[in-house]
Antibody
Framework: EVQLVESGGGLVQPGGSLRLSCSTSGFTFSSYEMNWVRQAPGKGLEWISYINSRGNAIYYADSVKGRFTMSRDDPKNSLFLQMDSLRVEDTAVYYC??????WGQGTLVIVSS | EIVLTQFPGTLSLSPGEKASLSCRASQSIVSNNLAWFQQKPGQAPRLLIFSASTRATGIPDRFSGSGSGTEFTLTINTLEPEDFAMYYCHNYGSSIRTFGQGTQVEIK
């Protein structure tokens, strides 16, 4: 069974940093492209970043470009999102996804003073 | 960036009725890499349709997707009580992916 489990969310002050992790199991992680998608409270879905299976193509939404860094560790079957210079508007539930097919349950990030 | 516009914003229907949800793209979507998701409150989105018209594993056949290029439709035949939820279309055919703003299907 494919499983994606996000962790690392929490409360952080504006300007601070946070590192999200997505631990995966049930599939050959190194063979799949992955994404991070977020959802602000009461709002719609927002795609924020993509990484291909080889890790040599990474794309970001304009809203996070230059502040967020996506990476993967294939031996550990894990995906990461380093979030720097956080803003109040980054407050959201963050999901990791395997392609379009599988989603984790999300981790909540709250940026507030 | 391809902008996806979903309409209507809200669809008020009764169980047993048919729902038609539209998604219009600002540019043609490569290889019709358009997906539809269902989301209920407090839950992660669930994939319904990918490649514009292919049902995901375990999705009932009352859900169908159609369209190509810039115009796409999700049809739900004979709405069941559990189908009342938010629906999103998603472009994954370009390096910058996007979601539509969503259509809420509510009980009339």
């Amino acid at each position: 069974e494919v499983q994606l489990v996000e962790s690392g969310g929490g409360l952080v002050q504006p300007g601070g940093s946070l590192r999200l992790s997505c631990s995966t199991s049930g599939f050959t992680f190194s063979s799949y492209e992955m994404n991070w998608v977020r959802q602000a409270p009461g709002k719609g879905l927002e795609w924020i970043s993509y990484i291909n299976s080889r890790g040599n193509a990474i794309y970001y939404a304009d809203s996070v470009k230059g502040r967020f860094t996506m990476s993967r560790d294939d031996p550990k079957n894990s995906l990461f999102l380093q979030m720097d210079s956080l803003r109040v508007e980054d407050t959201a539930v963050y999901y990791c996804t395997r392609g379009v097919a599988n989603w984790g349950q999300g981790t909540l990030v709250i940026v507030s003073s | 960036e391809i902008v996806l516009t979903q309409f209507p914003g809200t669809l008020s229907l009764s169980p047993g009725e048919k729902a038609s949800l539209s998604c219009r793209a600002s540019q043609s979507i490569v290889s019709n890499n358009l997906a539809w998701f269902q989301q209920k409150p407090g839950q992660a989105p669930r994939l319904l349709i990918f490649s514009a018209s292919t049902r995901a594993t375990g999705i009932p056949d009352r859900f169908s997707g159609s369209g190509s290029g810039t115009e796409f439709t999700l049809t739900i035949n004979t709405l069941e009580p559990e189908d009342f939820a938010m629906y999103y279309c998603h472009n994954y055919g370009s390096s910058i992916r996007t979601f539509g703003q969503g259509t809420q299907v509510e009980i009339k």
